[in-house]
Structures are given as C-alpha cells and as structure tokens.
T-cell receptor
Framework: DSGVTQTPKHLITATGQRVTLRCSPRSGDLSVYWYQQSLDQGLQFLIQYYNGEERAKGNILERFSAQQFPDLHSELNLSSLELGDSALYFC???????????FGPGTRLLVL | AQSVTQLDSQVPVFEEAPVELRCNYSSSVSVYLFWYVQYPNQGLQLLLKYLSGSTLVKGINGFEAEFNKSQTSFHLRKPSVHISDTAEYFCAVSSRGSTLGRLYFGRGTQLTVWP
C-alpha cells in the first residue's frame, strides 16, 4: 500500500458525460501528478500540481481539467467523454516537486 | 525531452531462472531512473530507483538494476525468479534536478514466469 488513495476504483459511463476522479496523496506529500494508461498510448503524464498550484502540463486534452484543494487532495475532471477516453487513470504523489513518486491503485474508466 | 525504450514487450522465463529486462533511455540532460512493477489489476509499485552514487542499485523482491551512462541503459535483473514475479514492469526517467519531476515511461515489459 503506497498511501495514495483514489476513488472510485471503477467507473462506467456514456459518451458525452462528465466524471470526476479523486485522489488523496500520501500524508505530507505536497505534489500530485495525474497519468493516463491506455493500450494505445501507454503511460502518459497529464498534469502536476504542487501545493495547490498547477506546475506542469503534459498531454492533457482541453476537455480535461484538474485542481488541488487546500487539504492537498486532487480531482481530475473529464468532460464530453469519448470512447477513446477509456483508460486507467493514476494519481501519484511526492513530498516535493521532482522527488520520487508513489502511485495510487488507479481508477478504471470505461466509456460506452 | 526524454524517451524510454523497453526492448522486449514480453519475456517468458521458467521459475528459478535468471532474468534481465532491458531499458534504454534518451535524454539531453542528466536523469533519474526508476523501475515500477504493476501486478494484475493493481497500481504501480516502486521497485527501485537510481538518483546518484553507486551505479548498481538494489530494490525490493530481490531485483537490482545497473545504470550505464555510456550506453544510456538501466537494465533490471533478478538471479532467480518466482511465479509471483509475473507482472508488467515499467522503466521510467525524469530530469535530474528538475523541480517538475514528470515521469516518462517505457511501454512496459510483461514478465511471465512459468513453473
């Protein structure tokens, strides 16, 4: 157990819908990262937050957004969902930005 | 930017045999290197990491890896595998000294250990 929690574990929804994925980092970690794992693209970095502020953006679609709250938990919002958004979404956290990342169990999203 | 190539997508091996999973990287800057393992239907677990110092690093579950700067490689080895080592293994890099820390992953190597 890495200490990073993600909810929900599984999510099934329809095209065009919007979902919110939640991540709680390890106690004391200030930085949160989101990654997408799909068969097509492998593991891709989406976005990073550090102590509430966005630090870096990767291959994140405009339909996706994220935020980190004052209690340091983070949410990833996916809207106007398409079939191709079906993937495993991981959250990771680290003590400070740029340090070793520990991953949560992931949220498996299926868009029908 | 960095990139990671895992040379074998699948590695079948018999129990108690040695195994090597190969990883090469490309980067214009110095890097930190990581191996993560993903068991079926689970998240990524850190196996080992190279940040600095000795180029031979030891991780959990009897795995070790050697950083070779001249060959830009970070191959993962285990002298004797168990059935329970069956999993997908990911090599990853990040920029040394960067305060951003995003990881670049390889496509993964599926290790299957047969009895």
């Amino acid at each position: 157990d890495s200490g990073v929690t993600q909810t929900p574990k599984h999510l099934i929804t329809a095209t065009g819908q919007r979902v919110t994925l939640r991540c709680s980092p390890r106690s004391g970690d200030l930085s949160v990262y989101w990654y997408q794992q799909s068969l097509d693209q492998g593991l891709q970095f989406l976005i990073q937050y550090y102590n509430g502020e966005e630090r870096a953006k990767g291959n994140i679609l405009e339909r996706f957004s994220a935020q980190q709250f004052p209690d340091l938990h983070s949410e990833l919002n996916l809207s106007s969902l398409e079939l191709g958004d079906s993937a495993l979404y991981f959250c990771a956290s680290s003590v400070n930005s740029g340090e070793t990342q520990y991953f949560g169990p992931g949220t498996r999203l299926l868009v029908l | 930017a960095q990139s990671v190539t895992q040379l074998d997508s699948q590695v079948p091996v018999f129990e108690e045999a040695p195994v090597e999973l190969r990883c090469n990287y490309s980067s214009s800057v110095s890097v930190y290197l990581f191996w993560y393992v993903q068991y079926p239907n689970q998240g990524l677990q850190l196996l080992l990491k190279y940040l600095s110092g000795s180029t031979l690093v030891k991780g959990i579950n009897g795995f070790e890896a050697e950083f070779n700067k001249s060959q830009t490689s970070f191959h993962l080895r285990k002298p004797s595998v168990h059935i329970s080592d069956t999993a997908e293994y990911f090599c990853a890099v990040s920029s040394r000294g960067s305060t951003l820390g995003r990881l670049y992953f390889g496509r993964g190597t599926q290790l299957t250990v047969w009895p």
